[in-house]
């Protein structure tokens, strides 16, 4: 192999390697119910917050109460 094959080869590990870390790498943070009300995520309904102004931790989604979900 030359120089050229091997940077294209790494460079497509090293490509395929990042695409895995940024679908799968992440970890939802999942918090605990709060007094008061408590806002959830549409599309994830398990990221909760009971903070109103709250973005869901995988879509980036703002949080809706959680009586709204699923409406």
Request: with cysteine; net charge neutral; glycine share 10%.
């Amino acid at each position: 192999m030359d120089t050229s094959q091997i940077l294209v080869t790494v460079g497509g590990v090293a490509l395929i390697a990042g695409n895995l870390w940024f679908f799968f790498g992440k970890k939802a943070t999942i918090k605990p119910a709060a007094k008061g009300a408590l806002y959830a995520c549409p599309m994830h309904p398990w990221i909760t917050s009971d903070d109103p102004t709250a973005d869901c931790s995988i879509c980036g989604m703002k949080l809706v109460r959680s009586d709204e979900v699923g409406n």
